[in-house]
């Protein structure tokens, strides 16, 4: 009788354990997949900073409408979302913002205007987004190529001649809003967008230069319209925050150092 006792003890042991090693195994290797909700904020990104006191980080934004927020509040723009997201991370410094943009600028107004401005050269983090007015203009694409590059330079020269204090930002894709879809040339305008953002994107790679993409996150525009502001050509104060959740990673690292 206890021989078989023991036999029953030892045959639910077993069943016990195999149960153990093979309890939600469908969990594990298939997880239930987390849908979002494209229209709604997500949360802001997490990242670990070294806390410093009182102490003041400068930020100059060059670009056009994309920089100086067209069509948004003030506080709307990426440069102030980007200003204010650098102070939550770390509430006891100041970040002075300088703009340099004006909608309808192309490089070549850019540039005339840092000239005429002459921004000093002690800035921590630079953002430099220009080009899309030189597709929108046709202008000669030669041209984007001589003067990107200039610009590079001279965000290089202001950040206190630190590349790695300098990030790019890829252009939007306008095609994908209620103007460019009008416009019937969306092929066109991805297109010849696609053109200026690699030649961008392959300059600051050979460079060691930050390029932030966010041509994504406009493409977006028609199956999302809170991407788009009112206007129905710029994007809106969540498109902005999108591209601040991509740009804040590197811009906190460009400012710690």
């Known amino acids: 009788m206890k021989k078989q006792y023991q036999i029953i003890v030892a045959f639910f042991l077993l069943l016990f354990i195999v149960g153990c090693s093979t ?5 594990e290797i298939n997880p239930t997949p987390i849908v979002t909700n494209p229209t709604t904020v997500p ?37 102030e979302q980007l200003k204010k997201s650098l102070s939550n991370l770390n509430p006891n410094n100041a970040y002075p913002l300088r703009i340099i943009a004006q909608t309808g600028w192309t490089t070549s107004n850019l540039i005339s205007a840092i000239n005429l401005q002459n921004p000093a050269s002690d800035y921590d983090l630079v953002t430099l987004l220009i080009g899309v007015n030189n597709q929108y203009q046709s202008k000669p694409f030669s041209l984007y190529e001589k003067e990107f590059p200039e610009l590079v330079t001279k965000a290089i020269a202001f950040a206190k001649g630190d590349k790695t204090n300098v990030i790019v ?89």
Do not use: W
């Open 43 to 79: 949360n802001p990104v997490s990242i670990t900073v070294t806390q410093t006191q009182n102490q003041t980080f400068s930020y100059l934004a060059l670009g056009d409408s994309y920089t100086i927020g067209q069509s948004v509040c003030e506080t709307c723009r990426f440069p």
């Open 23 to 27: 309890e939600n195994p469908i969990s």
């Open 169 to 257: 930002v890829s252009i939007p894709d306008y095609a994908y809003t209620p103007f460019g879809k009008g416009s019937g040339n969306q092929s066109r305008i991805s297109m010849e967008i696609d053109a200026y953002n690699a030649f961008a994107k392959k300059y600051c790679i050979d460079n060691a230069i930050e390029f932030i993409n966010i041509t994504d996150i406009t493409r977006q525009g028609l199956t999302n319209p809170n991407l788009v502001a009112q206007d129905g050509l710029h994007p809106s104060e969540l498109a902005y925050f999108l591209f601040v959740e991509r740009i804040l990673p590197k811009a906190a690292i460009a400012i710690q150092k």
